[in-house]
T-cell receptor, first 114, second 114 residues
Framework: KQEVTQIPAALSVPEGENLVLNCSFTDSAIYNLQWFRQDPGKGLTSLLLIQSSQREQTSGRLNASLDKSSGRSTLYIAASQPGDSATYLCAVRSTPGNTGKLIFGQGTTLQVKP | DAGITQSPRHKVTETGTPVTLRCHQTENHRYMYWYRQDPGHGLRLIHYSYGVKDTDKGEVSDGYSVSRSKTEDFLLTLESATSSQTSVYFC?????????????FGPGTRLTVL
C-alpha cells in the first residue's frame, strides 16, 4: 500500500529565505506526483505536476524534483514571500489506469514572516 | 477554479441524522471525487465516479454512499452521521489532456456532527 509522508508538519522562515519542502513515498512505482497549495479555509490549487519519466518541473519561483528510486520529491521555493504562507501537499498517483486516484501526504504548513 | 461548487459550505448536525453533501461542476468532466481532510491525515479518498451512475469506493468509504444521476452533480450521503465523520469534505474533478492530468478542487464543506 502506497504511503506518502511530508516532514516537517510545520515550518516558519523569514522573508527572502530559500526553502525546501520534502515528500517521501513508499512505493517507487508511481505514475506521477503533484504538489498542491492550500490556503486556510480554501480548496487545493495544483502547483506542479511531475510525470514519472521527468526529474523536475519549474514554475516561477517554484521548482519540484522527483527521485523515484529513492521515493522522494522536493519542492524548492526561492526568495520566499509572506504570500507563500499556506499548506503545501504532495500527492502521488500510483497507477496508470484511468481512475486518476491520488494519495496525499499530510501537508507542510509554511509561514513566511515579514 | 474549474467551475466547482459545493453545498452547503458549513453544516452542523446531530449523531444519527442523514446528511447529503452536493458537488456541482459546470464543465462536464467525467471523473469526480469526494475526499475528507482531517488533521494529521491529509486528504483521503471516500468515493469517486467515472461517469453517470458509475461509482467506486475509495480508501475510507465505510459509512458513506454516493450517487451521480447527472454528469454535473455528485452527491455524498452519510446515512447516519457519527462524530467520527466530523471533517472537511472536498469534491474534485479531473482534467486530463495533452501533458496534463490533474484534479481541481471545490472550496470544501465543513461538517460538524454533535
Amino acid at each position: 500500500k502506497q504511503e506518502v509522508t511530508q516532514i516537517p508538519a510545520a515550518l516558519s522562515v523569514p522573508e527572502g529565505e530559500n526553502l525546501v519542502l520534502n515528500c517521501s513515498f513508499t512505493d517507487s512505482a508511481i505514475y506521477n506526483l503533484q504538489w498542491f497549495r492550500q490556503d486556510p479555509g480554501k480548496g487545493l490549487t495544483s502547483l506542479l505536476l511531475i510525470q514519472s519519466s521527468q526529474r523536475e518541473q519549474t514554475s516561477g519561483r517554484l521548482n519540484a524534483s522527483l527521485d523515484k528510486s529513492s521515493g522522494r520529491s522536493t519542492l524548492y521555493i526561492a526568495a520566499s514571500q509572506p504570500g507563500d504562507s499556506a499548506t503545501y501537499l504532495c500527492a502521488v498517483r500510483s497507477t496508470p489506469g484511468n481512475t486518476g486516484k491520488l494519495i496525499f501526504g499530510q501537508g507542510t504548513t509554511l509561514q513566511v514572516k515579514p | 477554479d474549474a467551475g466547482i461548487t459545493q453545498s452547503p459550505r458549513h453544516k452542523v448536525t446531530e449523531t444519527g441524522t442523514p446528511v447529503t453533501l452536493r458537488c456541482h461542476q459546470t464543465e462536464n468532466h467525467r471523473y469526480m471525487y469526494w475526499y475528507r481532510q482531517d488533521p494529521g491525515h491529509g486528504l483521503r479518498l471516500i468515493h469517486y465516479s467515472y461517469g453517470v451512475k458509475d461509482t467506486d469506493k475509495g480508501e475510507v468509504s465505510d459509512g458513506y454512499s454516493v450517487s451521480r444521476s447527472k454528469t454535473e452533480d455528485f452527491l455524498l450521503t452519510l446515512e447516519s452521521a457519527t462524530s467520527s465523520q466530523t471533517s472537511v469534505y472536498f469534491c474534485a474533478i479531473r482534467k486530463a489532456g495533452g501533458d496534463t492530468d490533474t484534479q481541481y478542487f471545490g472550496p470544501g464543506t465543513r461538517l460538524t456532527v454533535l
